[in-house]
């Protein structure tokens, strides 16, 4: 059955404890590359929690990310990502967000702003997401337990914001990667927790 939103409000899951979905959500982020390209990629390891309120505004999210887990389909890249020149992430294994406030921007648009302290390569420092809800259904394989929610964020950071290097210079001129990093969220959050879900398939241990 599909959970009421909070009062007042006609979308949106209803008050409680929500899990963010991994199997149907993207977590992308688009870099400019040899200073004239772009190069996209994923994390595929991610778990969060949003506990709805009462009052949707009062709502809280905590999102973690194995760093180790990115991925742009070039394994060379993907092991330079994950070294000291850029992620790190033997000594950063975790990149987090937790939020700090939400606040209301269109409600027949759906839209709000997400803010929140995002925790990269050891710094932590406040970003803003535009959000929106963009729908809502059963689950696909286990309909009459599980439902879901659909939202879609976007931001931008910068990696010498994060202590993060970029790789050096080119001959041609430029970084090899460029400084400012887009983060496009595709994310689905449940009703249930999805770990039993996630071992069946073996897509975690």
């Known amino acids: ?66 760093a180790a887990s990115v991925n742009t389909g070039v394994q060379a890249r993907d092991d330079h990502l994950r070294s000291p020149d850029f992620l790190d992430v033997e000594t950063y294994p975790e990149i987090r967000f937790t939020s700090t406030r939400i606040e209301e921007r269109s409600l027949q648009k759906r839209t709000f702003y997400l803010h929140g302290d995002l925790t990269i390569h050891g710094t932590t420092l406040p970003v803003t997401l535009e959000c929106q809800w963009a729908g809502e259904a059963p689950d696909y394989a286990n309909p009459e337990d599980t439902y879901g929610h659909f939202f879609a964020g976007n931001t931008q950071i910068r990696l010498s914001d994060f202590g993060m290097g970029d790789g050096g210079p080119v001959p041609w001129g430029g970084r090899l990667v460029g400084d400012t990093i887009d983060i496009v969220l595709e994310l689905r959050v449940q009703d249930t927790d999805p770990i039993h879900f996630l071992r069946s398939i073996g897509h975690v241990a």
């Open 1 to 66: 059955m599909n959970p009421l939103p909070p009062e007042g409000y006609d979308f949106g899951p209803a008050p409680g404890h929500w899990h963010l979905d991994p199997i149907h959500s993207c977590l992308i982020f688009v870099a400019r590359y040899l200073r004239f390209g772009r190069v996209q990629g994923t994390f595929s390891d991610a778990k969060g929690a949003v506990m709805v309120a009462e009052d949707p505004l009062q709502s809280k999210v905590d999102v973690s990310i194995r």
